[in-house]
């Protein structure tokens, strides 16, 4: 082998050995990053919700319980339907979320991993921190099915609900945005409205940033009727 082949091959190597290096480093850093979903569920809280109602259509009503973070779903006594221990629901409500005339299951949930077990290719390293998501299950032959979705929201749901505040006869998805913080408090900054098109919900409306406590109460709801009428 010539000298200066060598050298050409040294310098690749060392170009190779370089890259493998900082992947593997920047890949240490995510991980070191990330809040594990057990040290989350040392303050996670979640609303205690009971419900019952026929959700599926089969004039037998479902019972739904949010107890501890998990929603469980059950009929006549036997269960259809829990949400995995990966992941913690603090709020779930039942509307027509996606204005078609049936009702769906729309959950709040914190987990970690943006996405299932397939990632996008374009994604290369995946954020495990534990965030949150907006979820819709619905029924399909007499089973709960994931409807839609959402990857890691950039801004968290402290409150939502489903309402029509424009009159139009389908309801909205109102919610209260707030931001991560490493204390695990949903600090409520924005009032923002939300509506399904198709496939997803759009952002009709967000307030400016501002302070909003506690619950969507009747003041908040209100003031987003009264700016839906600027809206179209
Ligand atoms: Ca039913
Ligand atoms: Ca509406």
């Not at 419900?51 to 006549?76: C, K, N, W």
């Not at 779930?92 to 078609?100: C, H, K, L, Q």
């Not at 397939?118 to 390293?125: A, G, Y």
Request: net charge negative.
């Amino acid at each position: 082998m010539s000298k200066k082949r060598i050298i050409v091959l040294s310098a690749i190597l060392v170009v190779v050995a370089g890259v493998v290096t900082y992947r593997f480093w920047s890949g240490s850093n995510v991980k070191n990053k990330a809040i594990p979903f057990d040290i989350f569920l040392e303050h996670a809280v979640s609303d205690d919700q009971y419900i019952e109602e026929d959700v599926s259509g089969d004039h037998l009503p479902e019972t739904y319980i949010l107890s501890s973070g998990r929603l469980t779903v059950t009929q006549a006594g036997e269960e259809l339907w829990q949400t995995p221990s990966e992941w913690w629901v603090d709020h779930f409500e039942i509307a027509d979320t996606t204005s078609d005339g049936q009702m769906e299951i729309a959950l709040s949930v914190w987990k970690s991993r943006s996405y299932g077990t397939s990632k996008p290719f374009w994604v290369s390293e995946e954020d495990k921190s534990v965030k949150n998501h907006f979820f819709v299950f619905g029924f399909k032959d007499q089973k709960i099915q994931p409807i839609w979705q959402s990857s890691n929201l950039s801004r968290p749901n402290c409150e939502f609900n489903f309402k029509d505040v424009n009159g139009d006869g389908m309801d909205e998805l109102v919610v209260i945005e707030g931001e991560y913080s490493s204390d695990f408090i949903c600090s409520g900054k924005y009032l923002a409205v939300w509506s399904w098109q198709e496939w997803g919900f759009y952002n009709d409306w967000r307030s400016k940033a501002g302070e909003y406590e506690g619950e969507l109460s009747q003041e908040y709801l209100d003031q987003i009727i009264e700016v839906s009428k600027f809206w179209e």
